[in-house]
């Protein structure tokens, strides 16, 4: 059973980044892919994200290209999400989930949610 | 990119009523279609994949159809624990999208 442990909840100010970890154990990390979809306050999810572990390809949603960077180190089964210029916006739970293949597919499993607050 | 619309937005019904939430993508998308349950203060679940194959441990009231681009979640003989938002989710490539979300509550 595979399990995604996300680090903790974050308050940042605006104009500042943040980098959220997601840690995968229990399963084959590199036999996935790992995503980042976000809610904001009230709001649907929405994809931010993903990459493939095992080639370390990351793929973005159009409006994050450039404002958010995806890896994944295989040595210690981790995912990482960095966003940077973080404005009121970018205030939301941020799950990882991730896939049983090395591809996009539905997501099997899903993180507990970090929660990023960003505010003066 | 692909969009993808569901609707309705939020519905009421009795319980032990049949309820329909239908999902349309922008373009072709074959079967490549998911959907969640989310309660509220959780992450989602996953419920149904391939637009009609039922994850394990699933109740079986739940039942998915369409292909292409129409897609519909069902919920036969709907209960009290099925209160919650339900989201589609596209993902033959990327970048992935989700629909809106339809909240589903008990008359």
């Known amino acids: 059973q595979v399990q995604l442990v996300q680090s903790g909840a974050e308050v940042k100010k605006p104009g500042s980044s943040v980098k959220v970890s997601c840690k995968a154990s229990g399963g084959y990390f590199s036999g996935s892919s790992i995503s980042w979809v976000r809610q904001a306050p009230g709001q649907g999810l929405e994809w931010v994200g993903g990459v493939i572990p095992i080639s370390g390809k990351a793929d973005y949603a159009q409006k994050f290209q450039g404002r958010v960077t995806i890896t994944a180190d295989k040595s210690t089964t981790t995912a990482f999400m960095e966003v940077g210029s973080l404005n009121s916006e970018d205030t939301a739970m941020y799950y990882c989930?991730?896939?049983?293949?090395?591809?996009?597919?539905?997501?099997?499993?899903w993180g507990q949610g970090t929660l990023v607050i960003v505010s003066a | 990119d692909v969009q993808m619309t569901q609707s309705p937005s939020s519905l009421s019904a009795s319980v032990g009523d049949t309820v329909t939430i239908t999902c349309r993508a922008s373009q072709f998308i074959s079967n490549f279609l998911a959907w969640y349950q989310q309660k509220p203060g959780g992450p989602p679940r996953l419920l149904i994949y391939?637009?009609?194959t039922l994850q394990s441990g699933v109740p079986s009231r739940f039942s998915g159809g369409g292909s292409g681009t129409h897609f519909s979640l069902t919920i036969s003989s709907l209960q009290p624990d099925d209160v919650a938002t339900y989201y589609c989710h596209k993902y033959n490539s990327a970048p992935l999208a989700f629909g809106g979300g339809t909240k589903v509550e008990i008359k």
């Open positions: 989930a991730s896939t049983t293949g090395s591809y996009y597919n539905w997501f099997d499993y």
């Open positions: 391939a637009a009609s």
